[in-house]
């Protein structure tokens, strides 16, 4: 099975901060990995496909990039709606594989 | 507009058995790819199985055996019969399309609750 490690666990941040959250496989999953936005209660919310590319609807401050086994998740200046719990998920091999969270909290 | 409906949870004994329901509108389920992620309490994310069209199907090891992923074309349904369930099933648990083969989930369901307790 392929692991995926998110970093970090919980991110403290402001309005207006750069948030970088970073997503490793355990081995290569190419460049078949999405990013979700979750807020307490609700279903996840697709950000990023195929490593990089962005969801149709999702502001353009989302971007996420990487290959291989290093991705990151970049919000380029953090705003209030932003404050979630993010996650990363390989589709390259099954069964496909989440990583465990990064929550974005308030500084 | 796309929507997914689940329906079907609620508490159940440890071995017992539970259907989960998933209508879907704005897509037909017999022309798109399927899938059922679920969240135990408190926890992440974790991807239970997938049905293809035509009848391909994957599971996680977890539920291999246990639980079936099936379809209702018609119904334009997707089902997840659990079967021999255990309380470390307790979740709630989500469908989801997945968008090409394979794929991310691009659209999902809010959610039906499922608790395995005596």
């Known amino acids: 099975d392929t692991q995926m490690t998110q970093s970090p666990s919980t991110l403290s941040a402001s309005v207006g901060n750069r948030v970088t959250v970073t997503c490793r496989a355990s081995?290569?999953?190419?460049?078949?990995l999405a990013w979700y936005q979750q807020k307490p209660g609700k279903a996840p919310k697709l950000l990023i496909y195929?490593?990089?590319r962005l969801e149709g609807g999702v502001p353009s401050r989302f971007s996420g990039s990487g290959s291989g086994t290093h991705f990151t998740l970049t919000i380029s200046s953090l705003q209030p709606d932003d404050f979630a719990t993010y996650y990363c998920?390989?589709?390259?091999?099954?069964?496909?594989?989440f990583g465990q969270g990064t929550k974005v909290e308030v500084k | 507009e796309v929507q997914l409906v689940e329906s079907g949870g609620g508490l159940v004994q440890p071995g017992g058995s539970l259907r989960l329901s998933c209508t879907a509108s704005?897509?037909?389920?017999?022309?798109?790819?399927m899938s059922w992620v679920r969240q135990a309490p408190g926890k992440g994310l974790e991807w239970v199985s997938v049905?293809?069209?035509?009848?391909?199907?994957h599971y996680a090891d977890s539920v291999k055996g246990r639980f079936t992923i099936s379809t209702h074309n018609s119904k334009d349904t997707l089902y997840l019969q659990m079967n021999s369930l255990r309380p470390e099933d307790t979740a709630v648990y989500y469908c989801?399309?997945?968008?090409?083969?394979?794929?991310?989930?691009?659209?999902w369901g809010q959610g039906t609750l499922v608790i395995v307790s005596s």
């Open positions: 989801a399309r997945v968008r090409g083969l394979p794929g991310e989930f691009d659209y």
């Open positions: 704005g897509i037909s389920v017999s022309r798109n790819y």
């Open positions: 049905s293809y069209s035509g009848g391909t199907t």
């Open positions: 081995q290569s999953v190419s460049t078949r």
């Open positions: 195929d490593a990089s």
């Open positions: 998920q390989q589709y390259n091999s099954y069964p496909w594989t």
